[in-house]
């Protein structure tokens, strides 16, 4: 770096003198504040557009407010009888259950199973199938999730492609979407998000040194003994990175489920965020879709924390 | 491959049927849109079409059909891109270049944004909106849909212009340049193939997003495709699959094409997820 003192200027140049020590001196603090100035408009839309509606989803939890009535025109603080409401609600706790089914069918274990499987047989395929399958997978993942979720729609409905080729083998179909909602819709995550996992996983095993393999297989390691003791330890920071990747962005799933069943029946596949809408849009009560906004938010943030804290991606 | 006993060819010819099952389980669903779009009496069944037509397509390309629709699409995808694009570099600069002690905690409040579960967050971003009276505006729309993108995208535009080599800048700062000209003068110049990834990745993001629009526009003038393609579906998706499945198609295209063009210009499929892996 250069160094050369100059003080005077309004902007201090980049790099002019060593590394400050904010707080050393007034030059310091003043030359790290310039220095920091092309970070406000960053700070000022993550401040009004990602920091305000978490304050505002904490303090609305709290509120009475709702889209119509009495409660729209003002609110008033109401404490916890959002939460209150929310446990006594039979609703609730089926929903969180709806939750943590399709997050741990379609993300944990449908997901980043399939995701892994897929590139494992991927390297010992040809390239033909290789590139063919894998633009089938990542094709799903790209399309827009309106189109993706009406693709699925359209796949479980009672009159839809599933049933067709069932019953050209003879079976017969149900009408997926109401006799077994959860089910499509796990299913229908599964095929829309694999291909996230299936490239994660490809470019870990492209990392594993083949002559580790190599050497294990001389030893007489069959290939599953292989695949457990050797390849799944060595990718295991992408695995743990990955399983919480996918664990958050299906979390916040909401198009390809409110498209595809609407929460229904009833709210037989209501998770949280379709739970949430539901309650503030179509019900009005906004206070009650707040409280479960927040707690959604807190899951999120409890899973994030854990992740940044367990992985330590690098930020420097 | 120079040898292959035969355990090596029936590992190969197993996982070949293996993959290729699953390669159509993931298809038919693909296919299904693809044969409707052409079918004029299509179902929600994968057939083929008696006849090949482009009647759907005829039919859906209309301005109140699709053209604004793809047009609003383009002005919240393109507004909301450029946006992130420019706050990111910004951001990015200081990060890159500077060591602060906000630095740190910056970027894992950043990271930590990446995370959130934006689609839980809708709710409070309606009242917020009602609030500041920003309810079927078209900039608070795109503002909203570019913060929720910042994250990613100032941590991708640092990891790029980490990779930019300082000795040009030092070159500036010895003519006297200041903090912004070296920025847009030669920082800027010299990451555009990852300025543009960014721009893109953040595209592709936006346009393809549906819940936010949903929630925050009302008026169906300013309602970009995707919400469009759900209200159509209401309206007259019960008979009238072909169209949908061809107004699908029309908007779908475009991210698709620039999906291949960014995976192409980073080399391999993997290069996005790659990009989140973080």
Known sequence: MAIVAEEARPVAGPGRGPVPRPGRSRAGVRRSLVRSVPLVPAIVLLAIFLLGPVISSFYGSFTDASLTGSAAQGSSFVGFANYAELFADPDFPKSILLTLVFLVASAIVGQNVLGLGLAILMRSSSRFTRGMVGTFVVTAWVLPEIVASFAAYAFFNDTGTLNTLLASVGLEGTNWLYATPMLAVILANIWRGTAFSMLVYSAALQDVPPEITESAEVDGARG?????????????????????????????????????????????????????????????KLGFGTAIATILLLVGAVFSVVYLRALKPEVD | MGMTSPSRRSLRAVSNGVLLLIGAAFALPLVWLVLASVDERATLSIKLPDAVSLQNFVDVMTPEKAFVPLLNSLVLSGGCALITVVVAVLAAYPLSRYRMRINKPFLYGVLFGTCLPITAMMVPVYSLFVAFNLIDSMGGTILFLAATSLPMAIYMTKSFMDSVPISLEEAAWMDGASMMTTLTRVVVPLMRPGLAVVFIFVFIGAWGNFFVPFVLLLSPDKLPAAVSIFAFFGQYGTVAYGQLAAFSLLYSVPVITLYVFISRVLGGSSALAGAVKG
């Open chain 1, 224 to 284: 599953w003994q292989r695949l457990a003791f050797i390849t799944v330890p060595m990718i295991r920071r992408s695995i743990s990175t990955n399983l919480m990747l996918t664990t958050l962005q299906t979390l916040s799933v909401f198009t390809l489920i409110f498209v595809m069943t609407g929460g229904g029946p009833g709210t037989d596949s209501s998770t949280l965020p379709v739970l949430a809408y539901q309650e503030a849009f179509q019900f009005g």
